[in-house]
């Protein structure tokens, strides 16, 4: 740049400053000073300057929230700090027993609470590095999500540089996106008269389009944000009250809902919940319920978590939309476990904005409490605003040739008895294994994300392995190849050898997942984790009786019934043992007595992921070092102890070399890696 370009390069970050200013003053302080033709004029003299000079382009630049080419696939992204669901209020009475559990706990009168509106949209993990966003992803199964940063760049109310100069050097702010209903009305009207599909309600068009891999595509879209807290935080002390925190984070530039208010007790809980109820459809968003928090962060410590949802925070859901339907047909649904669930076929439905054609009417003592017949007319309502279910028959609108609904005696699958034990309400095959339903519901699950996560395994395939008789449990699965896979329908030799890949990468995987894989009754992915880090190894799962299990949190003596009925039948443990002998593995883990006596191989040491690995997927090499107790980081520092480097690292390599820290590629790493898991000391 010559030094007459120097007036253009200094007018550049004036108006860049001037123009994340007014952004604030708008997004956040409701406060806008300029008419937007003047704040038009602005940004398209920053452009034209920008085009003048393109070296002098910023990626925090107010021009650049528009991304470049489309992407070809969302990577996954770990929180590490996972981001919770909470537990659902549907009665005032539930939430006087949650203060009540609260005030308990924490042995104190009135409780103070931060009150906000439950919003409608999808929740997402935003990490701004030294006042800079970094990256954003979707709260996924709230370990793992997926990276839409090149979206949530494009919407307007997140600032691409924070406001300010007291942020901390790393910042994860959580918070929903969602699509005002204006916004949702003029993109359904546009899409109508070019005659597009439109969509059904704000939720799905702001979740579509946060999920569109071509940025573009979103930042057409009236996407907002509001945030409702932190994550990670690294470099700047918080505040020690969650409303503080807001407070902040409004100060930094970082958009909070305007109805967030401080409420004292059950009753201010229940008074916000009313008042925000009747003002609920005159809000320029949707909302489904609000959110009650513990505002003192030392009582949210205090008060700690269950299974995944935190015990300092309650969602209160507003009634449920109902809507009149027919019933066309009952069917019955058969599970892993054998459960056989009779499912009402109905006629098209909308009900809270979503087209109902299903409903579950749950267990055999359901269906005949409710006698729900075919050709009844009944009322269906999506309890907590997702699952579809029948709540009552209009008994005056029965046709009166109709007939009560029986279960049936026997599997309509595969034809074994159907049995119903003394004092359950729910009728199950008896087929085991043998009943093809419940083996495709069982390798279904095998499969799924939160268990052995074998990418590329769906319903379809499952559907066609089973009915070809060439996989009838788990272990079958690791037997396949190319050639058996590509005769498969829809699969080719290329999608053959990519399912091959996500099979043998699966074999690495953690006792807990391996647990929750096996589809033990009533063993979810908590209690496997439980049961992994109470007793290490498989083996002293196995092999302990009734009174050992039950000292694991959550594990009561029905759960420890099914654990020693499932580890009792021969059948079970041949299937683990070829599981085993195909190459399954996980790290051994210590007891919780041993872990307390001896820190894990890696503990205190940060370790950096750069490039492709392919052996294994980053976040299968990320879940192995943090099982040896390392601490993976996304940036490379001073205070890292190593980088693994794959295929085509970067600049995180290049800045490793620079502060001299040790690199290893993959194949080392892979090697060094099973020799820790196996207690070896690798040189």
């Known amino acids: 740049m010559t030094s007459s370009d120097l007036p253009d390069a200094q007018e550049i970050e004036r108006l860049r400053d001037t123009i994340r200013d007014h952004d604030y003053r708008y997004y956040v302080l409701d406060q806008p000073e300029l008419p937007d033709s003047e704040y038009d004029r602005l940004m398209r003299r920053l452009q034209a300057l920008e085009a003048r000079h393109p070296d002098l382009i910023t990626a925090d630049s107010p021009t650049q929230r528009v991304g470049g080419e489309p992407l070809v696939g969302f990577a996954q992204v770990h929180h590490s700090i996972p981001m919770l669901s909470l537990d659902n209020a549907f009665e005032d009475s539930e939430v006087l027993d949650f203060d009540r559990r609260v005030r308990a706990r924490l042995e104190s009168g009135k409780i103070q609470y931060a009150a906000e509106p439950k919003l409608d949209g999808l929740a997402v993990s935003i990490v701004y590095q030294d006042g800079e966003i970094f990256r954003a992803a979707t709260r996924g199964d709230g370990t793992t999500g997926e990276d839409i940063t090149h979206n949530v760049r494009t919407i307007p109310a997140v600032p691409l540089r924070l406001h300010g100069t007291d942020w901390p050097a790393l910042l994860e702010v959580r918070g929903e996106v969602f699509m005002p209903r204006a916004g949702f009305d003029a993109l359904n009207r546009r899409a109508l008269s070019r005659g597009e599909k439109v969509f059904a309600n704000p939720r799905n068009a702001a979740a579509g389009s946060l999920r569109q891999l071509d940025p573009r595509v979103a930042a057409e879209r009236p996407l907002d944000m509001f945030c409702y807290g932190v994550g990670q935080v690294e470099g700047c002390a918080m505040p020690n009250h969650h409303l503080q925190v807001l407070a902040r984070l409004g100060q930094w530039g970082l958009r909070v809902c305007p109805e967030i208010r401080a409420v004292t007790g059950a009753e201010g809980c229940l008074e916000y919940y009313r008042t925000l109820g009747a003002r609920r459809d005159a809000l320029p968003y949707e909302i489904d319920g609000v959110v009650y928090k513990v505002d003192g962060l030392d009582d949210q410590r205090t008060l700690g978590f269950v299974s995944r949802a935190p015990r300092w925070a309650l969602a209160h859901k507003f009634p449920a939309q109902e809507a009149l339907t027919r019933v066309l047909d009952i069917d019955i649904q058969v599970g892993r476990t054998g459960a056989l669930t009779p499912v009402a076929r109905l006629a098209p439905v909308v009900v809270g904005g979503v087209t109902v054609t299903n409903a579950t009417l749950h267990n055999a003592d359901e269906i005949e409490r409710k006698d729900v017949r075919t050709g009844d007319t009944v009322t269906v309502r999506r309890a907590g605003d997702v699952i579809p279910e029948v709540v009552r028959v209009l008994i005056d609108r029965r046709p009166h040739d109709t007939a009560r609904f029986r279960m049936p ?59 070809r008789g060439q996989v009838h449990d788990p272990a079958d699965l690791f037997q396949l190849d190319i050639d058996t896979l590509s005769q498969l329908d829809r699969m080719g030799p290329k999608s053959a050898e990519n399912l091959v890949a996500a099979l043998q990468s699966s074999k690495h995987t953690r006792l807990g997942r391996f647990l929750y894989a096996l589809g033990i009754r009533e063993v979810g992915e908590t209690t496997a984790r439980q049961l992994a880090d109470h007793f290490g ?147």
């Open 537 to 683: 190894n498989l083996e002293a799962l196995i092999n302990a009786d009734g009174e050992a299990l039950q000292v694991v949190p959550d594990v009561g003596p029905v759960v420890a019934e099914h654990l020693r009925a499932f580890f009792a039948q021969a059948h079970n443990c041949e299937v683990i043992q070829r599981l085993r002998a195909a190459g399954l593995t996980w790290p051994e883990q210590p007891t919780r007595e041993r872990a307390a006596a001896a820190p894990l191989p890696l503990s205190g040491k940060t370790y950096v992921l750069t490039g492709t690995l392919t052996g294994l997927t980053r976040e299968q090499a990320k879940a192995r070092l943090q099982a040896l107790g390392a601490r993976v980081s996304g940036s490379v520092s001073a205070k890292t102890h190593c980088l693994i480097a794959g295929e085509n690292s970067g600049s995180k390599l290049s800045k490793a070399e620079a502060l001299g820290i040790e690199v290893m590629d993959e194949p080392s790493f892979l090697v060094w890696l099973d020799a820790l898991e196996s207690g070896v000391e690798p040189n």
């Open 409 to 467: 005696v026997v599997c309509p699958v595969c034809g074994s008895d159907a049995v119903r034990a003394e004092g359950e309400s729910v009728v199950r095959c008896s087929g085991g294994l043998f009943c093809s339903a419940q083996r495709k519901e069982a390798l279904r699950h095998f499969a799924s994300r939160k268990a052995l996560d074998i990418e590329g395994l769906g319903g379809k395939l499952i559907d066609q392995l089973v009915d």
